[in-house]
């Protein structure tokens, strides 16, 4: 089983590499002409990471009796 420590570690190396994908896409949509294409594939990239990240904050919630 995977221990908090290991969870939040994961967790912030997602996020790192969202941060760079929208640093990415934001200097390829800005550079003339971009490749709509590879953006698309970095933003689906983006959007996969923030899923999995979603799944590792809900993990590290504790879970509340309602």
Not at 1 to 7: C, D, P, R, Y
Not at 32 to 53: C, E, H, T, V, Y
Request: net charge neutral; glycine share 2%.
């Amino acid at each position: 089983m995977i221990g908090v420590n290991e969870l939040r570690v994961q967790l912030e190396e997602l996020r790192s590499e969202h941060r760079d994908l929208d640093e990415a896409i934001r200097a390829m949509e800005e550079a003339s002409p971009f490749n709509q294409l590879q953006i698309q594939r970095l933003k689906k990239r983006k959007l996969a990471l923030k899923d999995q990240m979603i799944k590792l904050e809900s993990k590290l919630l504790p879970d509340i009796i309602a």
